[in-house]
């Protein structure tokens, strides 16, 4: 059997590679597909932890379920932002949309 | 020993996908790494036979979040479609250095911390019943928020996206 810890490192790796996509990407959808790459690692954390350590109450698990459904919402809305951006600037590009009115 | 070896394949497969979502320079291609690693996810919830999470996992990222990332990428596409373009801004090595130091944190930490409980061996498995009776006796007020919070924010979404009369 695959020790726990394992899930955690693979897990530290994937938040750790969509942190650097949110730092270092240009493209909204691109910021917002490495946001989707740490929320996946964090909710494979959550279940690691309630599979291995708490399978009787599974609370974990809940979290991962609550997880992926603001998740869900959290992409919705942000693609109607950027699809609004790209309308009103002609650009999906996150450091020419710095100022905050227009 | 045969489930040993299929989760390093899968593993190694995860990190290799998901660092061609990051390092990718096409948008397209980021889209279908992501595809791949959120499947991958997936089948990581298989591993921990939590088979109704790995369910969710493949309707809800691998279906709906995938195919609005693509909308949202034909919509809002700049240069000519599968053309190489500058996918990384100047702010890259400084981002590359704090994901580094966090990765080696987090490595780290779970690395050397001795989780209390651990069971170690095989997996006793998490069944559908636990979760829903933990869901409905236990998380109620937060189930039906969530609901509430996804029927607000895609309301939100259909309004800001709108196409109005004067655009």
Known sequence: MVPMENYLVLSGILFSLGVYGVLARRNAVLVLMSVELMLNAVSLNFVAFAAYLDPDKATGIIFAVFVIAVAAAEVGLALAIVIRLFRNRSTANVDEAATMRW | MTTEVLWWMFA?????????????????????????????VGAMYLFLTVSFIALVQFLIYGGAVTVLILLALMLTRMGVAGKPEPTTGVQAPFGALVALGLMFTLIGVAVSTAWPGDLGGSLPGVTIETIGNEMFNNYGAPFIITAALLLVAFIGAIVIARQEDGD
């Open chain 2, 12 to 40: 190694i497969a995860i990190v290799a996908v998901s660092a061609g979502v990051v390092f990718s320079r096409t948008v397209i291609h980021s889209a279908i790494f992501l595809i791949l690693s959120l499947a991958g």
